[in-house]
């Protein structure tokens, strides 16, 4: 038996399991059953990260179903789904993120480009530097505002003099749109700003380090909706040079910023296709049941 | 009646009280159609109750108990005919202790003059008087308030804000226990401190290099003046509490970080109570393994290097006072490590910082009130600890630096000048108040400056 047939058995097998997992969760009462195959597009050409068959587990239950997606170049992937869905832990995944959880257990095939993440002798410490992530609740140290921005640049070593780092921070608060609040007070704590500012703040530590994917893990769920419209604008100025991947409960959101949309259904990705098509032609009873807010 | 008894009996009244007022609300409820009509809950009817019947009476019986014997005293004295009664102080508690014995019984009736005999049976018949009328007060005090509170159930009384109110003064009690406790404390040790001061002046004590305190108790015995100049006692605490810290705090600290950050979470739930067992291992038992085998240990590397060491050294004291004091820091500042948030680490960790940058940077300074409030403890330890310095580190109040000389201690110190019999008024005994006073003094200064430090390098998470 060669490769491709030991490969074919084995999806085969994982192919059956599928259909005894969607069965169990088959929901009854609207008929809606998890496709064996993510519908839509999941695959680009030439893509920044390259996810295959990735299943992750906690202990023994398993949170992430098979998931194989594409993230292109300097696009803005929107991953949606209702709450527990999987699609945190699957961004997690994408820098590790989950080491830090000891039961948590990732299986399948990661790559940042021709880098496998989750090679052994890959250095966590750099991986990370270069797929950055925000977090869902602002989360500044208690340090000063200028002290936060500088922390990245500091543990890699990226300014020889204190006027490289000073550039460091005053661009990465400009990209953040965050530096004509804070230019007079670099000084005061992190801590002091507002929710809004405070994730800003976060976004421009992120960036200060210069990583080529941002991870976002639902960064504006903390915050009221002017602070939401201006993160949003963010993202899609930062989008020119960052690819970024959004969680969101909002489908305006993932609608206003992103190109295109992965749905998440219970650990399985249903259907991933350009935002436009998602939200408008929905190929799958899920998505479309989610979409127009029957569930979610 | 026994005092004893008549608490009991109070116990079981105010029981009862509290069961009938129960009962009482649930009766009075039960017309109107459940307790959901009544004002308070019934639980709160049944505790002012309680209250009613617990409150005076034992207030009545504390300070029956508190100025019975004083007043029974006084009746007594005066029942002496006037030639017997005593002039001075001394002579009215010798009066007072002759009673007592014939009273109890102790001494013989016919050894003594009528009068006092006289005495004692007055008093024995005082004290049973009192007692009955005691008991006979606080029982009727119980049950008239027991009732009243009974009778006065009503679904529109307020009993949740009484009760509450009653409970609110005693915290308050409680509360002001312990800080007039401590002012008193501090109060007496500061007043005999004066005293001593008087006898010998404040610049010898705090300056003075020679540490002699054996004074001659009586005018005619052969002894020395005594010294009483502490700076030996300081250097040699300071010594002590130095080695000590340096020993703990590093071990502590690094444990702590292991078991918070790195530990497997069995090695975690196994290794951490058996770190806290070191802190219930009874000071005495330290002791004598410092003295025992550490010291001698050092004595024979020591000799071997060809250093001179005491067979009592500051440096075995000091050693098994760190291994002492370790789970202090550790268990203190494993506790505020990880009450450090997961998103201040998620952050750290999210733009490419290893743990050990984690930990240097944002977990360290978060954490820093409270690993400077278990090294704080520790070091009050160290400088309060008395037994493991006894035992290990000598009397000998020399002035060195250097650790493998016996020194000791202000602790060690107060414990030999208060031990044995003693005059109350001698330098000697009121010495140990100076000395007591210098502990507080030192202790509360560091904890002014750890504040300090605190408040300065503090990072203050959300």
Same mark, same amino acid.
């Given at each position: 038996?060669?490769?491709?047939?030991?490969?074919?058995?084995?999806?085969?097998?994982?192919?059956?399991?599928?259909?005894? !997992?969607?069965?169990?969760?088959?929901?009854?009462?609207?008929?809606?059953?998890?496709?064996?195959?993510?519908?839509?597009?999941?695959?680009?050409?030439?893509?920044?990260?390259?996810?295959?068959?990735?299943?992750?587990?906690?202990?023994?239950?398993?949170?992430?179903?098979?998931?194989?997606?594409?993230?292109?170049?300097?696009?803005?992937?929107?991953?949606?789904?209702?709450?527990?869905?999987?699609?945190?832990?699957?961004?997690?995944?994408?820098?590790?993120?989950?080491?830090?959880?000891?039961?948590?257990?990732?299986?399948?095939?990661?790559?940042?480009?021709?880098?496998?993440?989750?090679?052994?002798?890959?250095?966590?410490?750099?991986?990370?530097?270069?797929?950055?992530?925000?977090?869902?609740?602002?989360?500044?140290?208690?340090?000063?505002?200028?002290?936060? !921005?500088?922390?990245?640049?500091?543990?890699?070593?990226?300014?020889?003099?204190?006027?490289?780092?000073?550039?460091?921070?005053?661009?990465?608060?400009?990209?953040?749109?965050?530096?004509?609040?804070?230019?007079?007070?670099?000084?005061?704590?992190?801590?002091?700003?507002?929710?809004?500012?405070?994730?800003?703040?976060?976004?421009?530590?992120?960036?200060?380090?210069?990583?080529?994917?941002?991870?976002?893990?639902?960064?504006?769920?903390?915050?009221?909706?002017?602070?939401?419209?201006?993160?949003?604008?963010?993202?899609?100025?930062?989008?020119?040079?960052?690819?970024?991947?959004?969680?969101?409960?909002?489908?305006?959101?993932?609608?206003?910023?992103?190109?295109?949309?992965?749905?998440?259904?219970?650990?399985?990705? !249903?259907?991933?296709?350009?935002?436009?098509?998602?939200?408008?032609?929905?190929?799958?009873?899920?998505?479309?049941?989610?979409?127009?807010?029957?569930?979610? | 009646?026994?005092?004893?008894?008549?608490?009991?009996?109070?116990?079981?009244?105010?029981?009862?009280?509290?069961?009938?007022?129960?009962?009482?609300?649930?009766?009075?409820?039960?017309?109107?159609?459940?307790?959901?009509?009544?004002?308070?809950?019934?639980? @709160?009817?049944?505790?002012?109750?309680?209250?009613?019947?617990?409150?005076?009476?034992?207030?009545?019986?504390?300070?029956?108990?508190?100025?019975?014997?004083?007043?029974?005293?006084?009746?007594?004295?005066?029942?002496?005919?006037?030639?017997? =009664?005593?002039?001075?102080?001394?002579?009215?508690?010798?009066?007072?202790?002759?009673?007592?014995?014939?009273?109890?019984?102790?001494?013989?009736?016919?050894?003594?003059?009528?009068?006092?005999?006289?005495?004692?049976?007055?008093?024995?018949?005082? =004290?049973?008087?009192?007692?009955?009328?005691?008991?006979?007060?606080?029982?009727?005090?119980?049950?008239?308030?027991?009732?009243?509170?009974?009778?006065?159930?009503?679904?529109?009384?307020?009993?949740?804000?009484?009760?509450?109110?009653?409970?609110?003064?005693?915290?308050?009690?409680?509360?002001?226990?312990?800080?007039?406790?401590?002012?008193?404390?501090?109060?007496?040790?500061?007043?005999?401190?004066?005293?001593?001061?008087?006898?010998?002046?404040?610049?010898?004590?705090?300056?003075?290099?020679?540490?002699?305190? =054996?004074?001659?108790?009586?005018?005619?015995?052969?002894?020395?003046?005594?010294?009483?100049?502490?700076?030996?006692?300081?250097?040699?605490?300071?010594?002590?509490?130095?080695?000590?810290?340096?020993?703990?705090?590093?071990?502590?600290?690094?444990?702590?970080? @292991?078991?918070?950050?790195?530990?497997?979470?069995?090695?975690?739930?196994?290794?951490?109570?058996?770190?806290?067992?070191?802190?219930?291992?009874?000071?005495?038992?330290?002791?004598?393994?410092?003295?025992?085998?550490?010291?001698?240990?050092?004595?024979?590397?020591?000799?071997?290097?060809?250093?001179?060491?005491?067979?009592?050294?500051?440096?075995?004291?000091?050693?098994?006072?760190?291994?002492?004091?370790?789970?202090?820091?550790?268990?203190?500042?494993?506790?505020?490590?990880?009450?450090?948030?997961?998103?201040?680490?998620?952050?750290?960790?999210?733009?490419?910082?290893?743990?050990?940058?984690?930990?240097?940077?944002?977990?360290?300074?978060?954490?820093?009130?409270?690993?400077?409030?278990?090294?704080?403890?520790?070091?009050?330890?160290?400088?309060?600890?008395?037994?493991?310095?006894?035992?290990?580190?000598?009397?000998?109040?020399?002035?060195?630096?250097?650790?493998?000389?016996?020194?000791?201690?202000?602790?060690?110190?107060?414990?030999?000048?208060?031990?044995?019999?003693?005059?109350?008024?001698?330098?000697?005994?009121?010495?140990?108040?100076?000395?007591?006073?210098?502990?507080?003094?030192?202790?509360?200064?560091?904890?002014?400056?750890?504040?300090?430090?605190?408040?300065? @390098?503090?990072?203050?998470?959300?």
């Amino acid at each position: 038996m060669d490769i491709a047939e030991k490969m074919n058995v084995f999806q085969d097998a994982v192919q059956v399991d599928r259909r005894v !997992v969607a069965q169990e969760h088959m929901m009854t009462e609207e008929n809606l059953y998890i496709p064996e195959k993510t519908v839509g597009a999941p695959f680009v050409d030439d893509p920044k990260m390259r996810m295959r068959d990735v299943n992750v587990f906690y202990d023994t239950d398993q949170a992430i179903h098979g998931v194989s997606l594409d993230i292109g170049k300097n696009e803005v992937v929107a991953l949606i789904g209702p709450s527990g869905c999987g699609k945190s832990t699957f961004l997690r995944c994408m820098n590790r993120m989950n080491d830090t959880i000891d039961i948590c257990r990732v299986e399948g095939s990661l790559h940042l480009e021709n880098q496998d993440i989750y090679d052994p002798k890959l250095d966590v410490v750099e991986l990370r530097a270069r797929v950055g992530m925000v977090f869902q609740k602002p989360n500044p140290f208690p340090k000063s505002i200028y002290d936060n !921005v500088a922390y990245g640049p500091r543990i890699h070593g990226l300014a020889n003099r204190k006027t490289d780092l000073d550039e460091i921070v005053e661009n990465s608060l400009r990209k953040a749109g965050l530096w004509d609040e804070v230019k007079d007070r670099l000084d005061s704590p992190g801590t002091g700003l507002s929710g809004g500012q405070q994730q800003r703040l976060c976004i421009a530590r992120t960036i200060a380090v210069s990583p080529e994917v941002v991870l976002m893990d639902e960064p504006c769920s903390a915050l009221d909706p002017i602070a939401t419209a201006k993160i949003e604008e963010l993202i899609r100025e930062l989008s020119e040079s960052y690819t970024i991947a959004i969680v969101t409960h909002s489908m305006q959101q993932a609608a206003r910023v992103s190109q295109r949309t992965a749905y998440f259904h219970l650990g399985w990705l !249903v259907e991933m296709n350009d935002t436009d098509t998602v939200f408008t032609k929905p190929q799958h009873e899920l998505t479309e049941s989610y979409i127009t807010g029957r569930f979610g | 009646m026994q005092t004893g008894q008549l608490l009991l009996i109070l116990a079981a009244m105010i029981v009862t009280a509290f069961i009938m007022g129960r009962h009482r609300a649930l009766q009075v409820a039960q017309p109107l159609g459940g307790i959901r009509h009544l004002r308070s809950l019934p639980f @709160y009817y049944a505790m002012r109750s309680a209250i009613w019947c617990a409150l005076p009476a034992l207030i009545v019986l504390v300070f029956w108990l508190v100025f019975d014997q004083t007043l029974i005293r006084i009746m007594v004295l005066d029942s002496l005919p006037a030639e017997l =009664q005593p002039v001075d102080g001394a002579a009215r508690n010798l009066m007072l202790s002759q009673i007592g014995n014939v009273a109890s019984g102790a001494l013989p009736r016919d050894f003594v003059d009528a009068a006092v005999a006289n005495a004692a049976g007055r008093l024995n018949q005082l =004290q049973s008087i009192s007692a009955m009328a005691m008991a006979v007060v606080v029982i009727v005090l119980a049950m008239v308030g027991g009732a009243w509170a009974w009778l006065r159930v009503s679904a529109r009384m307020p009993a949740r804000e009484q009760v509450e109110r009653v409970l609110l003064v005693i915290f308050m009690l409680c509360a002001v226990l312990a800080v007039v406790t401590t002012v008193g404390i501090v109060f007496s040790v500061l007043f005999e401190s004066i005293r001593f001061f008087g006898q010998v002046p404040i610049t010898d004590f705090l300056f003075g290099l020679n540490w002699s305190p =054996q004074m001659a108790l009586r005018a005619d015995q052969v002894a020395s003046e005594g010294a009483f100049g502490a700076v030996p006692l300081f250097a040699g605490t300071l010594l002590i509490s130095a080695i000590a810290l340096i020993v703990a705090v590093p071990v502590g600290l690094m444990s702590a970080i @292991y078991l918070a950050e790195y530990a497997h979470s069995k090695v975690r739930s196994f290794a951490k109570p058996a770190l806290e067992v070191l802190a219930g291992v009874p000071t005495v038992v330290y002791g004598f393994f410092a003295a025992l085998t550490v010291a001698p240990f050092i004595r024979d590397v020591g000799q071997s290097l060809g250093l001179s060491v005491a067979s009592e050294s500051a440096l075995a004291a000091g050693l098994v006072m760190g291994i002492m004091l370790i789970p202090f820091v550790s268990s203190l500042s494993d506790d505020v490590i990880t009450a450090v948030p997961r998103a201040m680490r998620d952050a750290s960790l999210g733009l490419g910082a290893t743990r050990s940058e984690t930990i240097k940077k944002v977990i360290f300074p978060a954490a820093l009130p409270g690993i400077m409030g278990g090294i704080l403890l520790a070091a009050s330890r160290a400088i309060g600890e008395t037994m493991i310095v006894v035992m290990a580190a000598g009397l000998a109040a020399n002035l060195t630096a250097n650790p493998l000389q016996a020194v000791t201690t202000i602790t060690v110190q107060i414990v030999t000048l208060l031990t044995g019999d003693q005059e109350f008024d001698s330098a000697k005994t009121l010495a140990a108040f100076a000395l007591g006073l210098m502990l507080f003094i030192t202790t509360l200064l560091m904890n002014v400056v750890a504040l300090h430090i605190v408040k300065k @390098y503090r990072e203050q998470y959300e």
